[in-house]
């Protein structure tokens, strides 16, 4: 239907023209309240928060892909891909500027870095159960340093 191409329904509220770099920042922003609301809410329940900045394979430098996850994984220069390419930087920084504020955050973008074995399933960052490992150990260390597990 024609009629709901741009109706708030489907898409929400409009967003003003704006250039690729105010739209990644605004949508960075964005995601930093998202985390800010979640922080407040676990604190007020008593739960412990860690926000988790997940590996994406987009970001540059950040695995050596293998030769299934260049094949199956990777879909270079399609808009998931160049997205995440320019938006995980603003993330990265609105990340350190929630840990500045108090909220525990931690960037593990990186931690696949060294590691050449396959851990993507699919062209939208999700992994094997080996990668799934490798997160959750690299998560469960953040949470120890930053004392957010009850003995």
């Known amino acids: 239907n024609h009629a709901n191409d741009r109706s708030f329904l489907h898409h929400g509220p ?13 949508a960075a922003l964005l995601w930093a309240r998202c ?48 997205t995440a390419r320019s938006v995980f930087p603003e993330l990265v920084a609105e990340g350190n500027r929630l840990r500045e504020r108090g909220i525990a955050f931690t960037d593990q973008t990186m931690v696949f870095r060294n590691v050449t074995e396959t851990l993507y399933v699919d062209p939208w960052c999700h992994f094997n159960q080996r990668g799934n490992d490798l997160l959750a150990d690299a998560v469960f ?11």
């Open 14 to 26: 409009a967003v003003p023209d704006q250039s690729p770099a105010d739209h990644r920042r605004d």
């Open 35 to 82: 985390s800010e609301q979640m922080h407040d809410l676990c604190k007020a329940k008593g739960i412990a928060y860690l926000h988790v900045l997940q590996p994406n394979q987009y970001v540059d430098d950040s695995k050596p892909l293998s030769d299934y996850e260049r094949e199956n994984c990777f879909a270079g220069g399609q808009p998931m891909a160049e």
């Open 141 to 151: 260390e953040q949470l120890q340093r930053a004392g957010l597990l009850k003995p």
